[in-house]
């Protein structure tokens, strides 16, 4: 693939994704010094000079409309423009996961969860509504969630400008499954198409499974005349009936029996949560996403999925996957999951642990939040001895026997403590490969310690353990 060396006054560096109507690079804004996402109108859709003039001014124009939108749940929009490839649009470059990768990581988010994300999405929508500017194209790709909790809407007025003139092209602009009856039916459309999408996705967080599937075809006809069965009653569903009537009301065919406003949507859902909704995504969720994260083999198509952790990322070889596992869940209680990219990044220069937790110190913002890094990791303060590089794997043996058992697990956990504080609770569970036998886990975990003296005591302990 070509790269293009700049668009406008952006430099460019590498490519970010491909959207339906073209390629979405990172850039650079040479002024602000700041990164830029710049998603590209690949001309060649545009059928003659006649229709091109009309979708430029028309884009045009939208990203206009868009980039007016000022909200912390929308990604801003900067600039417009053209060159003779391309036409573009410059917008703010946002640092997370899509909602779609947490789903496809396993991910299933609880009450306060869902609520928080439902009533995030809400808020930047009504506020977008408030300015006659609609999505039109809502759907976990385009939410992201950012190491701080908070999710924002991509793709904020983009999505319209590209389903403006689908009687030309044939073809049909957003997302089967979300796509609000009204359009499939050439009827006319407002910004209540979006509550239809928010609907289904609300619908998705609940049950674990989309309200519509199958064959696009078929996906249009349950959509414009079939009503999917409450989200509850959905086999491995998360329940929570109270939620059914909520769904139902942004599900209905007709746009007018539907919420008339995203603000009604909102109320109408922290009525039923009944508690105060939380502003962010809980840690212990992006926290678990990285863990999830960090598990995937290279090659795999979730590794291959992540916006936030590219390639260059993977660990380096002459590093212990559970060591930097558990270095980067330590870093991203305080950053978010930012901190796969910055621990591995750092791996590949620093080769011991003390020297790594140094780099990664200029991370954190404060003192406090260095003292407690540093603390997890090696168990001691932020005044660090001088590191060592570690040496290479012992070679003292247990006694063959059965495979790694939970026991052997926890066994491990409290003999390891002692040496390298909490994040022997990570590096051992780490280490248990299911199946493996009990000799390789023990001493797969003592490769954790660097003095020589404590692995021959750590495996002399488990091996004491009378099994």
Known sequence: MNIPQRLGKYPISQVLGKGAMGIVYLGRDPVIKRPVAIKTIRKELIEDDERAESLSERFRREAQAAGALNHPGIVAIYEYGEDEEYAFIAMEYVEGNTLREYQSQGTRFDERDT???MAQLLDALEFAHANSVWHRDIKPANIIIMKNGRIKLADFGIARIESSDRTRTNMLMGTPGYIAPEYYLN????????????GVLLYELLAGRAPFRGRPEAIMHDVCYDDPIPPSTVPHSRGWPCYDDVVARALEKSPD??????????AALLAEYAHPVSSTISEATIIS???R????????????????FPSSTMPPSDWSIPVLGGIEIELARFIGPVAKVLVRRAARTYKDVDSLVRELLGSLDSDADREAFTRAVTGR?????????SPP?????????????????DLAMKLLTPYIGPIARVVA???????????????EVSRNLENPSQRERFLRDAGASGR
């Open 393 to 409: 794997p012992p070679s003292t043996a247990l006694a063959s026997g059965p495979s790694v058992t939970l026991e052997d697990v």
């Open 289 to 291: 996403n990285v863990v």
């Open 293 to 308: 994260a960090v598990g995937v083999e290279p090659g795999t198509p979730s590794a291959a999925k992540s916006s936030a």
């Open 115 to 117: 609520v928080s994300i």
């Open 187 to 198: 009827a006319p459309v407002d910004h209540r198409i979006d509550i239809f999408a928010a």
């Open 257 to 266: 029996q539907r919420f008339q406003s995203a603000g009604a949507f909102r």
């Open 381 to 389: 303060s932020l005044v660090l001895p001088p590191g060592h590089a």
């Open 429 to 443: 569970k780490r280490a248990a490969t299911p199946g493996g036998s009990r000799q390789d886990f023990f001493v």
